[in-house]
């Protein structure tokens, strides 16, 4: 097996390039769409978006997903907005400086016709929320309100105050709910991906297990569409629902399809920090509250006064400091980086003396309670029910935690993947985001992908093939079906002594120490002699009650942490070769003389795509160049 990397990028200037492509590729005649049948897996804003939009052209949409409703995607979590090159602050805004943006929040690790594709189609997004009757904050006369995020000098972000994702994915399952109901789409809830099925180089369908009956069974179809997000729970403790997972990207993978830049993973620079060594997962806090929220530590080390007891002129606020150009809204990685590196100086407050301090006292002061409440309100009140203090009197204690994976499966300009048929999109691929992604993309990305991109390029690969020739009593299927009934069987009968949870904490705590905020080739070496002795415990001391043919969430999380354990070698194995410093993947050994990443565009200016080669094999790195013609690389600078 050899990937083939062919990027599809059209001729011509970055500005024509998406308008040229679509001029140029093949379609799919109304009549024709209802012969062919499309598998989509997942329904966060990108899955739901992709199987509503093909759905309403005439396909025929297989839809799945583990979760009981659709509506309950990851992407119901997101808080803190979309962004858009609207410019309706009129403040110089435009496709190009989105575009500018996101380059440089990425640190020039991604292809740029598809990051000015995302910032072309973002006006449309909002366009598209909005006629959907998605709730936008408005202005007092009428227009959609705008606010910051990091890593930007202009206001750009729409939002519904701290639910943006909630609301967006209400949007896109109305659509999806309309397709459902006139036939066009059929939804398997309950029901999780195991394994691609290839036949003759294709991917041609999906095995899968109702989670309800333990049934496993197959879908056959012309392409296949992965919207299954990101893989931050490697590190157990993260803020992504309990069952995010990478089983789906990762059993692609093993069929053929290209892992790109699996070591770039976001830790999010404000989330509540963890209670006790037994908590199971973590919460963010929206990234819109460094709008008016202040990021301090005392000027004394270990310092155990109260927040209120520490005058003014103790108070350290390190981001206001060192970056006074942007202040607190500096992009997440440099924001997580410089929590960790106070907190470790010995300056972290809160018990563990891992947190820093995130203060509304002067936002309060200069706009008024009423206001901050207005825009805040629901975050607070998120923050007091699990803490138990009011963040309007008291600043709330925050820590950098995992949070989003800015490395996927690799796909062309198309959205496919090297696997012919076998599509990703939305987070589940690497390619608008680079080595960090900056706040309130995510869901533009998703949307894009959902929306504008996937239903047009997908026909120009369907239609260059034979219509459903292939269905599931092929011989790869019933192989396929077997196969996972054996690793099942597997699984239950190892008869240990330790539970799934200890062993994915484990391998959590792992990851967190030797390849999270920052990296160094030694701890990334002992990561890689420790993560197949975890393995190793797992397939031989194992204990999972229950059987195969019920509902079963200990076998589900067994195959899910099964998974994580392979995949994680593979992040460390990249963040290993990648001997430069860049967005959020910080070499402790390549930096400037002021602790700031230090690039190296001469040897590492590509995307790293890994093949999977077989158990126990050192995987193969293919690369993809990164060419530059409208944004040079340049130092990321956000001092002056």
């Not at 093939?465 to 092929?474: A, C, N, R, S, V």
Request: hydrophobic residues 35%.
């Amino acid at each position: 097996m050899t990937i083939e990397l062919q990027a599809s990028i059209p001729h011509g200037r970055i500005e024509e390039k998406w308008v040229t492509h679509l001029d140029h590729i093949r379609l799919v005649g109304p009549r024709n769409r209802p012969k062919y049948t499309i598998i989509v897996v997942g329904t966060g804003l990108a899955g739901a978006a992709a199987a509503a939009s093909m759905g309403a052209m005439g396909y025929k949409i297989e839809c799945f997903c583990f979760q009981d409703s659709p509506r309950r995607a990851h992407s119901i979590a997101a808080q803190g907005g979309i962004n858009a090159a609207k410019d309706y602050r009129n403040e110089g805004d435009s496709v190009f400086r989105l575009f500018y943006d996101t380059q440089k929040g990425g640190d020039y690790r991604s292809r740029e016709a598809n990051v000015y594709r995302l910032a072309e189609l973002s006006m449309g997004i909002i366009d598209q929320a909005v006629a959907q009757g998605v709730p936008f904050a408005r202005e007092y006369g009428g227009l959609l309100a705008n606010r910051s995020f990091g890593g930007v000098l202009v206001e750009r972000t729409f939002y519904c105050r701290g639910e943006t994702g909630q609301q967006l994915l209400l949007g896109a399952n109305s659509a999806l709910a309309r397709e459902i109901h006139d036939g066009r789409v059929r939804m398997h809830t309950r029901t999780e991906l195991l394994d691609i099925v290839v036949v003759h180089g294709r991917a041609r369908g999906i095995v899968v297990r109702n989670l309800v009956t333990g049934e496993i069974s197959s879908f056959a179809g012309d392409a296949v569409v992965l919207a299954t997000g990101g893989y931050s729970n490697v590190y157990y403790l993260s803020t992504n629902a309990k069952g995010c997972n990478v089983t789906a990207t990762w059993r692609a993978h093993k069929k053929g399809a290209g892992f790109a830049n699996p070591c770039f993973c976001q830790i999010h620079p404000t989330c509540i920090p963890a209670a006790g060594e037994h908590q199971a997962k973590l919460t963010l806090m929206s990234e819109s509250l460094r709008n008016d929220g202040r990021i301090w530590v005392p000027r004394t080390k270990r310092d155990t006064r109260r927040a209120a007891e520490i005058p003014q002129d103790q108070r350290y606020y390190y981001l206001e400091e060192r970056y006074p150009r942007f202040g607190n809204l500096v992009p997440r990685d440099v924001a997580s980086r410089n929590a960790k590196d106070v907190c470790d100086e010995g300056f972290g407050v809160g018990p563990s003396g891992l947190g820093v301090y995130l203060d509304f006292r002067d936002a309060i002061g200069d706009r008024g309670a009423d206001v901050i409440e207005s825009r805040y309100g629901n975050l607070f009140e998120m923050y007091e029910r699990i803490t138990g203090e009011n963040p309007r009197q008291t600043p709330m204690l925050i820590y950098p935690a995992p949070h989003y994976t800015m490395g996927g499966l690799w796909v062309d300009y198309n959205l496919m993947t090297s696997l012919p048929g076998l599509f990703a999109i939305g987070e589940a691929n690497f390619s608008d985001h680079g080595a960090n992604r900056l706040g309130a993309s995510s869901l533009m990305q998703c949307l894009a992908d959902g929306y504008f991109i996937i239903p047009l390029t997908i026909g120009d690969y369907i239609s260059r093939h034979p219509i459903g020739e292939i269905g599931t009593e092929h011989p790869e299927f019933k192989e396929a079906e077997q196969t996972l009934r054996e690793r099942t069987a597997r699984l239950l009968s190892i008869h240990g002594t330790r539970s799934v949870e200890s062993f994915h904490r484990d391998l959590g705590k792992l990851m967190t120490d030797h390849c999270g905020i920052s990296r160094n080739e030694a701890g990334l070496q002992e990561a890689l002699k420790n993560i197949p002795e975890i393995r190793e415990a797992f397939w031989n001391d194992l204990a999972i009650n229950g059987g195969s043919a019920e509902l079963n969430q200990s076998l589900e999380h067994a195959g899910r942490v099964a998974d994580f354990l392979e995949f994680a070698e593979l992040m460390c194995i990249d963040a290993l070769t990648r001997e430069e410093s860049c967005g959020c993947h910080f070499r402790q050994e390549y930096q400037t003389r002021d602790g700031e990443a230090l690039r190296n565009d001469e040897e590492f200016a590509h995307v790293a795509v890994w093949e999977y080669t077989g158990e126990g094999r050192t995987p193969v790195l293919y690369k993809e160049p990164l060419h530059f013609e409208a944004l040079p690389p340049a130092r990321r600078d956000y001092k002056k």
